[in-house]
């Protein structure tokens, strides 16, 4: 074969990998349809980046710095290839993800919304054909994304060819990995509208409404994504996060079980042993929330997710020391304002203001810098202010986010504590209701609650929630697990005969002769006082009110 030829198969090859990638990267997972031609050829590092089956397993960081720089270079003698440059687009949405840099989003954007400019290289020739059917090595005779070669309107270049459902779905992903989830439902949607059996489409479209607290709608999505790709790793990690929010417990633990029996590459597997962990911490596991989190990093060396959790279970067992290291270790790794907020509080437990000080200016700083990369940190920052900085503020952010529809859970907690921090008590018990209303166990929305309830003199419904939350999680924060303490003790024990409004709905009045705090020494804790850290005693688990089972 002379050397023109050796050229041209090398292109071919290169462009068939490019449309390999087919739904490349949804909901920060990196998926590939496998060259069935290839026999048993050892696969090289950008290759491996797409392996992993067509369900949808994360990449390895090396792996895919390798893909990114394979279609770098591609693109600067073929700058034409809308292909290539979703496929790279895609690519810089998963490594910004992972590596907490937020300044490979701008080139997301920039390289996503070219590829939506021309055709696919190749368009009309045969070799552009033959890159195609790799795409459909699925066996449903589509293009792997569901739909036809040709697209919803039979012409190349129109919205339902391959590379525009790749970019499409990458646009969502990086909408989604910005937290503007309103934008992820507009480029899911118009994905859907067009190929509605493109898969791709389901698990961005989830991650979406969550973000926007359509739970309904993402159940849906994930019941047409099961329909679609039975089994796969997409439909288990995006169950494992649906379930989780419906309060299905041991549904979610299950999925996360299969996860890690299916992972076929150790990424993969990391994340499915992190998703356990996680799932062992929220109902005050630490022991066992560290197996999986160390098991996971025995997978993955330095698996940044897990290096914080095991952070947290390392701090509720008293080792104070180790869960700083981890932390540290976490940021240097991923530089999440999360962990920053999470190292911080944990300082600040005990008793290391100038410490905690610290990590509240990186907090600020790293969010600073990821907003000018386009990301939405407004949900973290109001958290940090409700707590350590200005209420006021708090709200404001908080209540601009729930006027973009950005209604989960998370954002109606967090308000819901803001407005309580600000001094309107009567408005914060509404969010409250809201964010433990929808099925989730969360010791944090628990003890919010019942804090919010206290200061409103509710003291059943105060007793009952903080109460619940120490059972759900005692260990949920190094900060406020002791502050629901003293809540509690200052509670005292309800008159005979139980108490009335339990649920605190108001339709019947408080009794005047709730028992009050005694010369025990149990006084109430104003919501700003700062307490000594200290891990809270282990309490037997809540056992969630019985729910339907998943189909």
């Known amino acids: 074969m002379n050397a023109m030829k050796t050229e041209q198969v090398r292109q071919v090859r290169r462009a068939a990998l490019a449309a390999g990638v087919g739904a490349a990267l949804v909901g920060g997972v990196l998926l590939f349809v496998p060259d069935r031609g290839e026999g048993s050829r050892a696969q090289t590092p950008q290759e491996r980046a797409l392996a992993a089956v067509s369900a949808g397993a994360p990449a390895s960081l090396p792996d895919l710095d390798a893909l990114i720089q394979d279609r770098e270079k591609w693109l600067r003698t073929h700058p034409e290839d809308s292909t290539a440059w979703a496929v790279l687009g895609a690519a810089y949405v ?64 129109g919205l339902g060819t391959p590379t525009r459902t790749r970019a499409l779905a990458g646009l969502a992903s990086l909408a989604n990995a910005r937290h503007d989830f309103t934008t992820a439902k507009k480029w899911g949607e118009t994905l859907r509208a067009r190929q509605p059996k493109a898969w791709t489409a389901y698990p961005v479209l989830i991650d979406a409404y969550t973000g926007l607290g359509d739970y309904a709608a993402a159940g849906k999505a994930l019941d047409k994504l099961k329909e679609l ?5 997409a439909v288990l990690e995006r169950a494992v996060s649906v379930y989780r929010d419906r309060g299905w417990r041991e549904d979610a633990e299950a999925k996360a079980d299969e996860a890690v029996a299916h992972a076929d590459s150790p990424t993969a597997k990391a994340e499915a042993l992190f998703a356990l962990g996680e799932l062992a911490w929220e109902r005050g596991e630490p022991t066992e929330a560290m197996g999986h989190y160390e098991a996971a990093l025995a997978t993955v060396r330095d698996h940044p997710a897990s290096l914080a959790g095991r952070a947290r279970a390392l701090a509720a067992l008293s080792r104070t020391d180790e869960a700083y290291r981890d932390y540290q270790a976490a940021l240097a790794k991923l530089p999440r304002p999360e962990y920053a907020l999470e190292l911080g509080e944990l300082y600040d437990a005990n008793g290391l203001d100038g410490d905690a000080r610290t990590q509240y200016a990186t907090l600020r700083a790293r969010a600073a810098r990821a907003q000018g990369h386009g990301v939405n940190e407004e949900l973290v920052l109001a958290r940090f202010e409700a707590d350590h900085g200005s209420p006021t503020a708090a709200v404001a952010r908080l209540r ?65 929630h903080v109460g619940d939350a120490l059972r759900v999680n005692p260990y949920f924060s190094p900060l406020l697990a002791p502050r629901a303490l003293a809540a509690l003790e200052s509670l005292g024990e309800p008159e005979e005969g139980g108490p009335r409004d339990v649920e605190g709905a108001g339709s ?35 056992t969630p009110p019985a729910t339907p089972s998943p189909s």
């Open 94 to 157: 998963e490594r910004g993800e992972r590596r907490g840099d937020t300044a490979y989003y701008s080139k997301a954007d920039e390289a996503l919304r070219r590829s939506l400019k021309g055709p696919p290289v190749g368009a009309a020739g045969p070799e552009d054909h033959g890159a195609r059917t790799a795409e459909s090595a699925d066996g449903d005779g589509t293009d792997g994304d569901g739909g036809t070669e040709g697209g919803d309107d039979g012409k190349q270049g």
């Open 229 to 233: 790709r039975p089994g796969t790793p």
């Open 400 to 464: 601009a986010e729930w006027a973009r529809h950005h209604r989960s859970m998370e954002v109606a907690d967090a308000l819901g504590w803001a407005l309580y921090r600000a001094g309107h008590g009567q408005e914060a018990l509404k969010y409250a209701k809201k964010a433990t209303g929808q099925g989730r166990r969360s010791a944090l929305f628990l003890y919010h609650r019942g804090e919010i309830e206290r200061s409103l003199e509710m003291y059943g419904p105060a007793r009952r």
């Open 508 to 542: 019947t009045p408080q009794s005047p002769e709730m028992v009050r705090p005694t010369a025990s020494g149990a006084t109430p804790v104003p919501s700003g006082t700062a307490l000594p850290g200290g891990t809270p005693p282990a309490t037997p688990p809540v």
